[in-house]
Nanobody, 123 residues
Framework: VQLQASGGGLVQAGDSLRLSCVAS????????MGWFRQAPGKEREFVAG????????NYADSVKGRFTISRDNAKNTVYLQMNSLKPEDTAIYHC?????????????????WGQGTPVTVSS
């Protein structure tokens, strides 16, 4: 599967952004999807995940209550709605897909990655 993320940009603290990740190739609905981010000088970290089949979502503590992950299998797209953005959310955001049915916060469990989309939040 090929993944293409978009929707990043430069915003002010408190603003919102919605990231999209469109998949092509094998059936999108068979993948568990995740969003990860990597800030300058830091390791890549899990942001949110959404399961295949019966929808289950999981979030990093740092984004709970502010970010929402969703998917539209008819459009082969996973979204990340980001509200109340903070300067510490500044990072390159990547979408990823894994063949397993469970959400996994370990980036090594995801076999497919899209290019990142940058998010910059100014204070």
């Amino acid at each position: 599967v090929q993944l293409q993320a978009s929707g990043g940009g430069l915003v002010q603290a408190g603003d919102s952004l919605r990231l999209s990740c469109v998949a092509s190739g094998r059936t999108f609905s068979t993948y568990t999807m995740g969003w990860f981010r990597q800030a300058p000088g830091k390791e890549r970290e899990f942001v949110a995940g959404i399961s295949r089949g019966i929808i289950i979502t999981n979030y990093a503590d740092s984004v709970k209550g502010r970010f929402t992950i969703s998917r539209d299998n008819a459009k082969n797209t996973v979204y990340l709605q980001m509200n109340s953005l903070k300067p510490e959310d500044t990072a390159i955001y990547h979408c990823a897909a894994r063949d397993g049915s469970a959400i996994n916060s370990n980036s090594r469990s995801y076999g497919y990655w899209g290019q990142g989309t940058p998010v910059t939040v100014s204070s």
